[in-house]
């Protein structure tokens, strides 16, 4: 029997278990998929520590993800982003892949949005920087909004040296960014666990799609005043399950069973 697993601190709230042992069931594989809490100071360690131990794949979240660079061979894009969220011990040393970028653009794909033109990036944390390289590795000009602004200047400035286009601003100001935007995704962390907005209500219009990566609630508050407006919304449990199709595919080689995934994680987040 494989062993996959989540290494994070905490791990208890993860839905990944369930929605990826759905994935084996579905493909007759032999796998199980466990959490690990190691402690916060164990980083790259905790990887070297899976490979001993003979553990096929890891998903990696926070406070990990940067940390375990030092123990893995980072993909182009996990190095340019600088975080690494799935490990395959396929090779030696294990690859690093950053599956939420590539998770992201599978979201808008699944939804036929065509990413051309211009996105505001909402956050310039772990999700804030793999949707900026995604978007902007995708030719989309990126304009980061962030509470710090000085956050949002570095990451500008390490898409725009990996051969992007983004520009820096403060979050305040993205009523300005608005209007002439095709895309909008939230990658704060404002909406989790609240009824708030990142955004006027105001400043969306019927032209935006708009992803919001948090998915607790599914529905959240920027989404609803997205469809208000006549925007595309499209929820971060779309992001979530792309993220988890994206390992499953890394780790195994096959095709994920994308809808058996989904339905798992959907009736997850109902409950
Ligand atoms: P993170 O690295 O801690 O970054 C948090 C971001 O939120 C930073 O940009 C931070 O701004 C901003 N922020 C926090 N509180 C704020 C507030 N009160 N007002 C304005 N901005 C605020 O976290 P993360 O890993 O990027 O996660 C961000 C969100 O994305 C979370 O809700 C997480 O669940 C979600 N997420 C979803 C997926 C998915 O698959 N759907 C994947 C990853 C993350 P400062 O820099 O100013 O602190």
């Not at 909402?122 to 909004?145: P, T």
């Not at 935006?208 to 449990?237: F, H, K, N, S």
């Given at each position: 029997?494989?062993?996959?697993?989540?290494?994070g601190?905490?791990?208890?709230h993860?839905?990944?278990?369930p929605?990826?042992?759905?994935?084996?069931?579905?493909?007759?594989?032999?796998?199980?998929?466990?959490?690990?809490e190691?402690?916060?100071?164990?980083?790259?360690?905790?990887?070297?520590?899976?490979?001993?131990?003979?553990?096929?794949?890891?998903?990696?979240?926070?406070?990990?993800?940067?940390?375990v660079?030092?123990?893995?061979?980072?993909?182009?894009?996990?190095?340019?982003?600088?975080?690494?969220?799935?490990?395959?011990?396929?090779?030696d040393?294990?690859t690093?892949?950053?599956?939420?970028?590539?998770?992201?653009v599978?979201?808008f794909?699944?939804?036929?949005?065509?990413?051309?033109?211009?996105?505001?990036?909402?956050?310039?944390?772990?999700?804030?920087?793999?949707?900026?390289?995604?978007?902007?590795?995708?030719?989309?000009?990126?304009?980061?909004?962030?509470?710090?602004?000085?956050?949002?200047?570095?990451?500008?400035?390490?898409?725009?040296?990996?051969?992007?286009?983004?520009?820096?601003?403060?979050?305040?100001?993205?009523?300005?960014?608005?209007?002439?935007?095709?895309?909008?995704?939230?990658?704060?962390?404002?909406?989790?666990?609240?009824?708030?907005?990142?955004?006027?209500?105001?400043?969306?219009?019927?032209?935006?799609?708009?992803?919001?990566?948090?998915?607790?609630?599914?529905?959240?508050?920027?989404?609803?005043?997205?469809?208000?407006?006549?925007?595309?919304?499209?929820?971060?449990?779309?992001?979530?399950?792309?993220?988890?199709?994206?390992?499953?595919?890394?780790?195994?080689?096959?095709?994920?069973?994308?809808?058996?995934?989904?339905?798992?994680?959907?009736?997850?987040?109902?409950?």
């Amino acid at each position: 029997m494989e062993v996959y697993g989540l290494l994070g601190n905490p791990v208890g709230h993860s839905l990944s278990p369930p929605m990826h042992e759905a994935a084996y069931d579905a493909r007759d594989i032999d796998a199980q998929y466990v959490t690990f809490e190691p402690p916060v100071e164990a980083g790259a360690r905790a990887v070297e520590c899976g490979a001993t131990l003979g553990v096929a794949g890891l998903n990696v979240t926070i406070p990990f993800k940067q940390d375990v660079l030092p123990a893995v061979e980072p993909d182009a894009l996990a190095a340019r982003i600088g975080a690494v969220n799935t490990v395959d011990f396929g090779s030696d040393p294990p690859t690093g892949h950053n599956t939420d970028a590539v998770g992201l653009v599978r979201a808008f794909q699944h939804h036929d949005v065509s990413l051309t033109g211009r996105a505001v990036v909402l956050g310039a944390g772990g999700a804030g920087r793999a949707a900026a390289f995604a978007l902007a590795g995708e030719g989309m000009g990126v304009d980061i909004a962030n509470r710090t602004v000085e956050t949002a200047d570095r990451l500008a400035a390490d898409v725009t040296a990996a051969g992007g286009a983004a520009d820096s601003h403060p979050l305040g100001g993205v009523g300005e960014l608005l209007p002439g935007a095709d895309v909008l995704v939230n990658a704060t962390s404002v909406g989790m666990a609240e009824d708030r907005s990142p955004v006027k209500p105001t400043a969306l219009h019927a032209d935006l799609t708009v992803l919001d990566a948090v998915y607790t609630p599914v529905e959240t508050r920027l989404l609803r005043d997205a469809a208000a407006a006549g925007a595309q919304p499209i929820d971060g449990a779309w992001m979530l399950l792309y993220q988890g199709v994206e390992a499953f595919e890394q780790w195994t080689g096959q095709d994920a069973p994308v809808e058996v995934m989904n339905q798992r994680l959907r009736a997850e987040l109902d409950r």
